[in-house]
């Protein structure tokens, strides 16, 4: 079983940089593929960033603003979010599985953190 808990969101102007991360306690965290998900109200959960060991993913609007990476080390995944644009604004989900773009290829799931972008 995997816990996981995010950090580091809030508000920030639009143009700003967070870094939010996702602490994973539990065994065998480094044999999971880790994924950012994020949520706007009205809106479907949708992918914005995934690693594993078959590389990286990222969601079309966020290529070459966000950045995902893992220390497995240090049992944490993080999203480094730059240029944030209002419509980012949502409540970001940690989660951890097989990976994929589908919410159900996840097993795990964090509470999430809400990043809100002022305009």
């Known amino acids: 079983q995997v816990q996981l808990v995010e950090s580091g969101g809030g508000l920030v102007q639009a143009g700003g940089s967070l870094r939010l991360s996702c602490a994973a306690s539990?065994?065998?965290?480094?044999?999971?593929?880790m994924g950012w998900f994020r949520q706007a109200p009205g809106k479907e959960r949708e992918l914005v960033a995934s690693?594993?060991?078959?590389?990286?993913t990222y969601y079309a609007a966020v290529k070459g603003r966000f950045t995902i990476s893992r220390e497995n080390a240090k049992n944490t995944v993080y999203l480094q979010m730059n240029s944030l644009k209002p419509e980012d604004t949502a409540v970001y989900y940690c989660a951890a599985g097989t990976v994929g773009r589908w919410p159900r290829q996840y097993d795990h799931w964090g509470r999430g953190t809400q990043v809100t972008v002022s305009s």
């Open positions: 690693i594993s060991s078959g590389g990286l």
């Open positions: 539990g065994r065998s965290f480094s044999s999971y593929g």
